[in-house]
């Protein structure tokens, strides 16, 4: 077990490139203009927390490992995360995003054999979420999202069998694009306001 803590760092990164070993990474950061970046690369149990408070922050994880875990809280204004998780077993995510113009890019790739679950929080106007979700061998993927606010975008892609969307557009003028592909589709949708949304699902219900 490996873990860390970097309070109150303008800019960061953390490597633990350590095979066969289960690693930790934990981050606090406030203030303005802050830069995270954690790589995890093992054979099991990556666990990854990312706190930032303040605006123009950046939070950018990789995790190449089975069971991969990343808890992310960003608050302020103009902020990026980017997510990049690689294994054959669970993949999860959690991330809440409390401000206008924020930036969510995550891939979360179970090949072979692995599944994926995102939950992720956007509140203010301006934001935007891609969420991208690949898994095989007969397993799920799941994705909610809530986007509280006006002017928001998701892009949301699933491949798997067993594939669960939920998404809640909360606000006026916000678009939504969905595509999934695999069996047992499920798809939950709730927009108020002016939105628009296109849907595209390949294979069987």
Do not use: K
């Not at 099991?44 to 991969?68: C, H, K, L, N, Y």
């Not at 007969?138 to 928001?152: E, F, H, K, V, Y």
Request: net charge negative; hydrophobic share 40%; proline share 3%.
């Amino acid at each position: 077990m490996h873990p860390f803590r970097f309070p109150l760092l303008a800019a960061m990164t953390l490597g633990c490139p350590i095979a066969g070993l289960a690693q930790t990474a934990v981050i606090d950061q406030s203030g303005d203009g802050h830069f995270a970046e954690v790589v995890q690369g093992g054979s099991f149990d990556q666990r990854v927390s990312v706190q930032q408070i303040g605006s123009a922050t950046i939070v950018d994880v990789t995790q190449e490992a089975p069971d991969a875990e990343a808890d992310l809280s960003l608050s302020g204004e103009n902020l990026t995360a980017t997510l990049h998780q690689d294994g054959e077993a669970e993949s999860g995510l959690a991330l809440t995003m409390e401000g206008s113009d924020g930036i969510v890019d995550a891939l979360q790739s179970g090949d072979p054999g692995g599944s994926n679950f995102a939950t992720v929080w956007q509140a203010g106007s301006g934001n935007s979420a891609s969420l991208s979700q690949y898994a095989s061998a007969g397993m799920p993927n799941s994705i909610r999202l809530i986007q509280d606010g006006t002017a928001n975008v998701a892009i949301l892609a699933q491949t798997g069998e067993g594939n669960t969307l939920d998404l809640s557009q909360l606000g006026a003028d916000n678009f939504a694009a969905i595509d999934q592909i695999g069996s047992g589709l499920g798809l939950g949708l709730i927009q108020n306001g002016g939105a628009s949304i296109t849907v595209t699902q390949t294979g069987s219900p």
